[in-house]
């Protein structure tokens, strides 16, 4: 495989005021880079396509988007809690079931880490978490194999 990159520049987006801006490519196999397409072509996706998103696939993305993003905001400030204290812990509301809370971290592969965290730091803060809206949190590696293991809250 081919590296394919994919540019949108924020000095256009500031200097033009055009989000349309952005260019693709291909990288052959001696580096150079082969032209695929860039905001000159002009191309946008046909009304036909665009019309062919049911109104109800809309709808569900937006009840979706409109439940994952506040929790995706607390995530934010969990994250940013953890790293305070020196955690390096990456908290996020899993886009496709926003009621559950992810935490990736490297730290979870030590098995001494992870069964303090479940044991001892989660009971601490259970309550925020079920108050967010959350109703599970699953524990990653932070590797691509790793699918991370769930675990309900029990919220009351």
Not at 10 to 38: E, W, Y
Not at 97 to 120: G, I, M, V, W
Request: proline share 4%; glycine share 4%.
């Amino acid at each position: 495989t081919r590296p394919l990159f994919y540019l949108f520049s924020i000095s256009r987006l500031i200097c033009d005021a055009d989000p349309n801006k952005d260019d693709a490519g291909i990288m052959t196999k001696n580096g150079n880079n082969v032209h695929v397409f860039d905001y000159k072509d002009n191309w946008h996706a046909s009304s036909e396509v665009l019309q062919s998103q049911s109104e109800e696939e809309k709808e569900e993305w937006k009840v979706k988007q409109q439940e994952w993003e506040p929790r995706q905001r607390f995530a934010v400030q969990m994250t940013n809690t953890l790293n305070e204290k020196g955690l390096d812990v990456d908290a996020s509301a899993n886009e496709i079931d926003p009621k559950q809370l992810d935490f990736r971290s490297q730290l979870f592969k030590n098995t001494a880490f992870r069964e303090s965290f479940l044991n001892k730091a989660l009971p601490q803060i259970r309550r925020n978490l079920c108050n967010a809206g959350f109703r599970s949190i699953r524990i990653l590696q932070e590797s691509d194999s790793d699918a991370g293991q769930s675990y309900p809250l029990k919220c009351q």
